[in-house]
């Protein structure tokens, strides 16, 4: 059975600062790989995906990066800004259904 | 990408009653799929809405609880029968083309049973 952690838990920065997410899953025959934000109390807003063959995406100021092998992705946030503030969750593909991480929990202080 | 609609986006509904909720769909989609999102948790799996056929569900998820429909390629829906506070949760709607490409979620279902 997949499992999918994400860490840390919950995460408070100061506007500016560079950061990483960390996703890890105990299966590595993954389809894709995708990062999710989500905002209190709404759906989920996909960010970026990653096929289970490339190494890393990129988008605006977002950076995702698999090693499948090893079973973990990080998503790197540059410059960070209050608009980030959300929860980020990952999801990995695989025997037909995605699952989820619980997410990490960003706040960006002003 | 896909738009998503789904309706509706909250609701306040007494124990022992059914809701059903909505997703349609801006285009042809191969997969849909029902989350359901306990509060503080991350989404777990409903079920995979087969289109024509019935719905496939995973473990802890029954029929009889949770009966969806997909009459066709852009829509479906998902009832929470005979509900319990434990039900409220907020219900999401995702489709995929394929297992090669993004999931796209609607924006949710909040719904509050007491």
């Known amino acids: 059975k997949q499992e999918v952690t994400q860490i840390p838990a919950a995460l408070s920065v100061p506007e500016g600062e560079n950061l990483v997410l960390n996703c890890s899953f105990t299966?590595?025959?993954?389809?894709?790989l995708q990062w999710f934000r989500q905002d209190p109390g709404k759906g989920l807003t996909s960010l970026l995906l990653i096929q289970s063959s490339q190494r890393e995406q990129t988008s605006g100021r977002l950076n995702a990066s698999l090693d499948k092998s090893s079973g973990r992705s990080t998503l790197y946030i540059a410059a960070s800004q209050p608009g980030d503030s959300a929860t980020y969750l990952c999801?990995?593909?695989?025997?037909?259904?995605?699952?989820f991480g619980d997410g990490t929990t960003l706040t960006v202080k002003p | 990408s896909a738009v998503i609609s789904q309706k509706p986006s909250r609701d306040i509904c007494q124990r022992g009653t059914s809701l059903t909720i909505q997703c349609q769909v801006d285009?042809?989609?191969?997969?849909m799929f029902w989350y359901r999102q306990q509060p503080g948790q991350s989404l777990t799996l409903i079920a995979t809405a087969n289109q024509g056929s019935e719905a496939t569900y995973e473990s802890g998820f029954v029929i009889d609880k949770f009966p969806i429909s997909r009459p066709n390629l852009t829509f479906s829906t998902l009832t929470v029968s005979n509900m319990s506070p434990e039900d409220s949760s907020i219900y999401l709607c995702?489709?995929?083309?394929?297992?090669?490409?993004?999931?796209?979620f609607g924006q949710g279902t909040r719904l509050t049973v007491v």
């Open positions: 999801a990995v593909y695989n025997a037909g259904k995605s699952t």
């Open positions: 299966d590595s025959a993954i389809y894709n």
């Open positions: 995702s489709v995929e083309e394929d297992e090669n490409t993004e999931a796209f």
């Open positions: 285009s042809q989609v191969t997969m």
